[in-house]
């Protein structure tokens, strides 16, 4: 006998409202109501259909079932779900995760160390199949109620969840997957949207095994293997954005070496989905078996030995996750069998990485001091340095005294709101018996128009970002504008610590790509982050970042940007949304993107 009790509703459209009475009558008597949107005619927006469905709490019901009208439900999915409100009464559940999201990714480790839960990750709190208990689900009834055209439902759960500490899992298998019929809500774009790991019946029991504390999650998205990575230092949880390479060679781990025979051929046909998947599930081997080692078990706490068939489908779908943006259904099943053995192989190579004896690591280079380095960027740039070799020490601004012992500093005070003489710029400066010296040891690196993860939205690039997040229109003002000369965090990492490595001869340098028109900026960003109109009309009134002078400095020698435009932006974009949006004021007048995960 439950001592809980779950009320649902299926939130739905006029458009789908014959799918959302099949899946209510598929259902247990009476487990499901079919809730339509308040205003259909409106704009489209799930938060307000969300909203009117966590409105829909039966009365005596202990928790509450939301689900979206085209998902379809594992065979014991209400088993499940109440067996685990009983482990867990307090807690926000999510029962669907996407191929490509970092939630998936944790699902993966998950799967790998044999638990049924995972703790939620820093992104959007997938919304699509979600249980909240009745007071947590008044309560971001209230909360969604004042930010009707902010964020859409799953970012603000995300958000609500963590503010008011609420514990947040996601399941391990998903207990839904999503049929695809087609979006409303403008979401389309992204291609298919599957669950990492969807079987149709997967047996209630052990839902007190559950993984939490996650501090490396890998994931290929976008075609390209990337990896969130848990800021050691104090104050608020954040995470920084990474690639799978990179961090790879942070940890002095080469995972190029040693790849299987399949590997090598898959490359040979489609170089970046074979290797996106082996870089990404060869990190996600080396980050499990490394936690397992410091927690002295391979299983999770509660845990069992992983289940073959979750684990074979949470690594089947590692491949198609990373592709999904670029390729139909049809496409995904041809490749999916061949993925499946590359992220095999790739996991078991990881692992065998973590046990080895880590030899041929990089020599340490330069003790750099970076100055302003507790700042998102900051953060951001002491971890590419550090990866790239350099001993680093982030420390205070706007000028402390220097520790003994640094052979140089990076001072990013033109970086960071603070005005410097010729533009936004890099100061790099030798330093001696502790204290920098400002003769001739000093370089200075003239920057274009730096974005990417730790940026402000503030800036020309940051503010099309932002207005394409939340789906509006991209306004181009009525006065000529200067070009934009495009520079991510990661080639401005690159950029400084080859001049720590190889000082050139030049004092001032200039660190760029090639200048994009205003227009140009902004197909971009409809192609990265969201197809939003552009319009034509007077600049919005926030501030859109100051106009980077023309370089009167040369190029670096020997230094020019690697990362796409395209993909620089899409890295932008998710911090913004996951991160930088924690620094945006919480006024509830953001403006109204319509889902992230959603239909």
Known sequence: MFRHRLSGAVMTHPKRLRAAEELAAGAPEGALRVVMDPDPAGRPSVLRTALAAWSAVEEGATHHLVVQDDMRLSGTFFERVLEAIGEMPDAALALFALWDSRNGAAVRLGALSGARWVGAVNEYFPCVAIVLPRHVAAGFVEYGRRRLDGWPDDILMYRYLSDRGVPAYVSVPSLAEHEDHGSISGNGFRGPRRSV????????????????????????????????????????????????????????????????????????????AARGTWLTAFTMGLVHEREARLRGSPYADGAAPPDPAVLAECLATVGP??????????????????????????????????????????????????????????????????????????????????????????????????????????????????????????????????????CPRDSRIGRMVWEALRGRPLVLGDRPAGPVRPLHVNDLADAVSQVLRTPPRERALFLGSAPRTPAELAEAVRKAVRPVPVEAGRAPAASPGPVVPEPAAPPLPGWRPATGLLFGLHTFAQWLAYEGVRLAPDDGDEGGMSGSSGG
């Open 197 to 272: 790991c969807f079987l149709s019946s997967d047996p209630p029991g052990r839902e007190d095994a559950r993984l939490t504390g996650l501090r490396v999650v890998p994931f290929f998205k976008h075609g390209v293997a990337q990896c969130a990575v848990r800021h050691p230092g104090p104050g608020p949880r954040r995470w920084l954005h990474l690639d799978c390479e990179r961090y790879l060679d942070g940890e002095g781990v080469r995972a190029g070496s040693g790849r299987p025979a399949i590997v090598r051929l898959a490359e040979a046909a489609e170089p970046g």
């Open 321 to 454: 996750g990373g592709i999904s943006h670029t390729c139909t259904e049809e496409r995904i099943a041809q490749r999916r069998a061949e993925l499946a053995r590359i992220a095999h192989a790739g996991v078991e190579a990881g692992r065998e990485a973590a046990v080895r004896r880590r030899a041929g690591r990089r020599p340490r280079s330069r003790r750099v001091g970076v100055l302003h380095g507790a700042t998102p960027l900051g953060e951001h740039l002491v971890r590419g340095l550090t990866d790239r070799g350099h001993r680093v020490t982030a420390l205070g601004g706007p000028v402390p005294r220097v520790p003994a012992g640094l052979d140089a500093v990076v001072d990013l005070g033109g970086l960071v709101g603070r005005t410097t003489g010729g533009g936004p710029a890099v100061r790099i400066r030798d330093g001696a018996d502790g204290v920098p010296r400002t003769a001739g040891g000093a370089r200075t690196l003239y920057v274009g128009d730096v974005y990417g993860p730790g």
